[in-house]
């Protein structure tokens, strides 16, 4: 069996809500510049980060996923829900 390194076998499934506005403020920033894991923006935004994080849409995972940094950045999914976001993403 391959190993996994996703928790759910597909990105966004669970959560079933509206999404808060804030969500699109927060990705849109984390394409323009990444987001200290320790900033006060972080900090502020911290549950609508977790959610981000959740849904597979922010990352502080380097891409080539070995290794790890003390920023969020927009993933590959992220920026796919940031240009779709009027499309029902």
Same mark, same amino acid.
């Given at each position: 069996?391959?190993? @996994?390194?996703?928790?759910?076998?597909?990105?966004?499934?669970?959560?079933?809500?509206?999404?808060?506005?804030?969500? +699109?403020? $927060?990705?849109?920033?984390?394409?323009? &510049?990444? $987001?200290?894991? !320790? !900033?006060?923006?972080?900090? @502020?935004?911290?549950?609508?980060?977790?959610?981000?994080?959740?849904?597979?849409?922010?990352?502080?995972?380097?891409?080539?996923?070995?290794?790890?940094?003390?920023? +969020?950045?927009? &993933?590959? @999914?992220?920026?796919?829900?940031?240009?779709?976001?009027?499309?029902? &993403?």
């Amino acid at each position: 069996m391959p190993h @996994e390194t996703r928790s759910r076998p597909q990105v966004g499934i669970g959560y079933h809500g509206d999404l808060p506005d804030d969500i +699109w403020d $927060l990705l849109a920033h984390c394409h323009r &510049t990444p $987001l200290y894991v !320790s !900033s006060n923006i972080a900090r @502020e935004a911290a549950v609508v980060v977790a959610l981000a994080a959740s849904m597979g849409w922010l990352s502080v995972v380097d891409l080539d996923g070995k290794g790890f940094s003390r920023t +969020w950045r927009l &993933t590959p @999914e992220g920026g796919f829900a940031l240009r779709n976001k009027g499309h029902g &993403t």
